[in-house]
């Protein structure tokens, strides 16, 4: 970590052990806890990675782990999204409410598969330059498919950080800076996987540290979390 980037979030954070506490206790947690979806299988390609990331966006993990086989069944590889029309693809997920965005983006991503050897860019700026994707999809194919060490930050792990470390955050997490930056740090500790800290981090704020309702006399993290002490 640059000296920078160590002051400034020396400002947001008071105690470093409190940090290393927050990430030990998740990834121990995650260990015993961690929600067995099918897309989270070792064993599977860039392809259904990708596609389970975009079903996914803004929709219910119960909704998709239902129709995700589904979709694999009947689209299996990016060959197969290149050969149907964006119109029965389309119609192929709306009985599940899912827009015609996400099929208008997996045919747009499919058509960049196709002209680049078949290979997903591992860009960040080559990912963001195609039409529909966002930094939230872009840093996940890259944490995903190319192990590198981003933070995947929505609405739950923003609310988690927010409240172990006492950030304000408003509900436009684009501005969400402070939480930003105590995520890189957090991503970028040494020995931590990163797609496992990410993941650690959605379940725990799916299961235990919801938005409305919280487990605190249950919590592994209570003892340090700045929420709980004012609670
Ligand atoms: S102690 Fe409560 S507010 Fe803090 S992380 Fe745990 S569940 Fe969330």
């Not at 966002?134 to 950080?161: E, H, M, T, W």
Request: proline share 3%; charged share 30%.
């Amino acid at each position: 970590m640059g000296r920078d980037t160590e002051d400034n979030i020396s400002k947001l954070i008071t105690n470093y052990d409190d940090l290393k506490f927050f990430t030990k206790q998740l990834l121990s947690w995650y260990k015993k806890n961690k929600r067995d979806f099918p897309w989270r299988k070792k064993s599977i390609d860039h392809y259904k990675i990708i596609i389970s990331e975009i079903l996914l966006q803004k929709t219910q993990a119960l909704t998709i782990e239902e129709f995700y086989p589904k979709f694999i069944k009947e689209f299996p590889n990016w060959q197969s999204i290149i050969d149907v029309n964006e119109y029965d693809l389309v119609e192929f997920l709306y009985p599940v409410g899912l827009s015609q965005r996400k099929g208008r983006l997996i045919k747009e991503i499919s058509s960049i598969v196709k002209i680049n050897s078949c290979k997903i860019p591992s860009d960040y700026d080559e990912l963001m330059a195609i039409k529909g994707i966002g930094d939230y999809l872009a840093s996940a194919i890259l944490v995903l498919c190319f192990d590198q060490k981003l933070p995947l930050i929505d609405i739950n792990y923003a609310r988690l950080v927010s409240r172990y470390f006492a950030i304000p955050i408003s509900r436009d997490l684009r501005r969400a800076k402070k939480i930003k930056q105590i995520a890189e740090v957090l991503t970028n500790t040494e020995n931590i996987k990163a797609s496992d800290l990410n993941f650690a981090i959605i379940d725990f704020s799916s299961v235990i540290c919801l938005a409305k309702q919280t487990v605190c006399e249950k919590c592994i993290l209570c003892s340090k979390c700045s929420k709980y002490k004012y609670i």
